[in-house]
């Protein structure tokens, strides 16, 4: 973002440089030789309109850049509200993926545990076909002993057979037990009580491993709802994410819109200022063809010069540098309130060399008067709201030229006041007091 600023901003010097260059060809001031003072006032007149205009924009622009902020504001709201919404389900994908690699581990556990138990339960399987192999071997020789007691005509032998329940008991049959040796019959009791062991062990196995069995489906059934429920707050992540993704989408054309109308305005701006200064070189072109067009051979009268607004003695701004407007001032400003439309009197006699009536509010000099009084002299009366008397008349000391006015680039009703020697403006009080 910053980048882009940076380029944006490089982009505007650049065409700021090339729009001042074309003003500066448009509109730089030429010879006197070569326009006459309506010249030179069309041209103003021209650059005044053009700037009405660009002013015009700007008011419009900067109504636009107050809108487009609003904008601006309100999509970077909902866009870190969604920014949050974002982290937030990414937190909770985040733990619901933890507690399925925790339900995951409990299950392999429980898997391992399982196929322990199948493990055991199938070597205590091996343990119990071995001793019923060794169990039938030792049956098959005691089968051979009854067989030869049999053959021989034991008298107890009818009756042991008859009262046994299985080859078992009739192992342990005490009748039977004097006819085999002691060492047969601890080893038959030792097996016999090794496989019970084994059975039972065996069926115990079986019981905790159907358990675990059980236990495993319920984690099962549980993995599968977490599964699920993370399949939702995946979508729900995603369709946030991609709300986020339109939401700055947004932000980034409104922010753009912002830049554009500043980068806008600060053109306008800079070309108001370049032309602005183009006006007042044009002036200064008429002050001097003027300056040329004053009577060397009128005489100039000696004598006091005439207060040029009897009866007011505010100055509002002196002659010299004018640090509110950060510019020289080529005069002096009597602003008396309740000034407005008072009688402007000639301070001295001479001829009338300019009598302005048109102008543009906000520019310049507005309607002003200039009378010649010879000698390389002359007075200038500006921003009137009325012009009494015309070019090429003569006027006397103390007639009336117009009325103080507001008009041209004038903050408020006032008389602006110069007197110029050879065209150089010099300090009116040092030629006139207040009367």
Known sequence: MMLKKILRYLTSFVTISAMT?????SYAPVGADELTVDDIKDRIEQIKQENEERRNELQQIEGDISESKEDLNKAAALLYEQQDLVDYYNNLVYYKNEDIKALQSEIDGLTEDIEKKDQAIQ???????????????????FAQIIRVMYTTGSSDMFSVLAGSADFYDLMINSEVVGKISEQNLEFMNKLTADMKKLESDKKQLETDKADLE?????????????????????????NAKAAEATLQADYNKYYNDVADLEYRQSSIEYEISVSEADIEAYEEQIKEIIKQQTNPEKEYQDGEWYWPVPGRSYISCNFGWDYDFGRYHKGIDVGDAGIMGDNVLASKAGTVIVAETSYIPGYSYGMYVVVDHGGGYTTTYAHLSDVYVYVGQEVEQGEYLGAVGSTGFSTGPHLHFEIRIDGEPVNPFNYVSMA
């Open 21 to 25: 260059f074309g003003i500066i060809v």
């Open 214 to 238: 059980a236990d495993k489906v319920k984690l099962d059934d549980k993995m599968s709802v977490m599964l699920t429920e993370k399949a939702e707050l995946d979508e729900m992540a995603a």
């Open 123 to 141: 070597t205590a399987q091996a343990d119990i076909d071995k001793l019923d192999k060794e169990n039938q071997e030792n049956l098959e020789k």
